[in-house]
C-alpha cells in the first residue's frame, strides 16, 4: 500500500477516534450539570419544606393569640368566655386559623413536590447523556470503520501484505 494511503487510513481511524472521544466528553460534561441542577432542585426542594413549616408555626402561633386576645376582650366586657355565643367564636376562630395552617402546609408541598420532580427529570437528563455519549461513540466508531473499510482507493490485500 502507497505510504499517501497508509497515511490516509491512519489520519481517518485518529479522526474517528477523537471524534468518539469528544463525544463522551460532551456527554459527560452534560450530565454533571444535569446532576448539579438535580442536586440544586433537589436542596430547593428541602428549603420549600422547611419554609413551610416555619410558615405553619408562625400562622399557629398568630391563631393562638388572636384566639388569646379575643378571649381577654371577650372576659373584659364581663360576657362568660366559655359559654355560648364567645365559645362559637373562639372555635370559628381556631378553625379559620387551621385552615389558614392547612393551606401554607399544602402549598410548600406542591412548591417541593414540584423542585422533587424537577430533580427527578435532571437524573434522567444526566442518565440519558451518558447513554447518549456511549451510543454515539459507539456510532462514530463503526461508522469510520465501515467507511475505511468499504472506500475504494485502498487496496486491502497490498495492506496486508499480500499479492
Not at 31 to 42: K, V
Not at 56 to 61: D, G, P, W
Not at 130 to 157: F, Q, V
Amino acid at each position: 500500500m502507497p505510504i499517501p494511503v497508509a497515511l490516509g487510513v491512519f489520519l481517518t481511524i485518529a479522526s474517528v477516534m477523537m471524534s468518539a472521544y469528544a463525544q463522551q466528553v460532551a456527554a459527560k460534561n452534560a450530565a454533571r450539570q444535569a446532576r448539579y441542577q438535580q442536586e440544586l432542585s433537589e436542596r430547593q426542594a428541602e428549603d420549600a419544606r422547611k419554609q413551610g413549616e416555619v410558615e405553619a408555626e408562625k400562622l399557629a402561633l398568630k391563631s393562638n393569640q388572636f384566639m388569646s386576645k379575643q378571649r381577654a376582650l371577650i372576659g373584659m366586657s364581663g360576657v362568660a368566655v366559655n359559654v355560648g355565643a364567645p365559645v362559637d367564636l373562639i372555635e370559628e376562630s381556631a378553625a379559620y386559623g387551621q385552615l389558614d395552617l392547612s393551606t401554607a402546609s399544602a402549598n410548600a408541598f406542591r412548591v417541593a413536590w414540584g423542585h422533587t420532580s424537577e430533580a427527578a427529570a435532571f437524573g434522567l437528563r444526566a442518565s440519558s447523556a451518558l447513554s447518549s455519549g456511549r451510543i454515539g461513540a459507539a456510532a462514530t466508531i463503526a461508522g469510520g470503520a465501515i467507511g475505511i473499510a468499504t472506500d475504494k482507493s485502498i487496496e486491502w490485500k497490498d495492506f496486508w501484505g499480500k499479492k
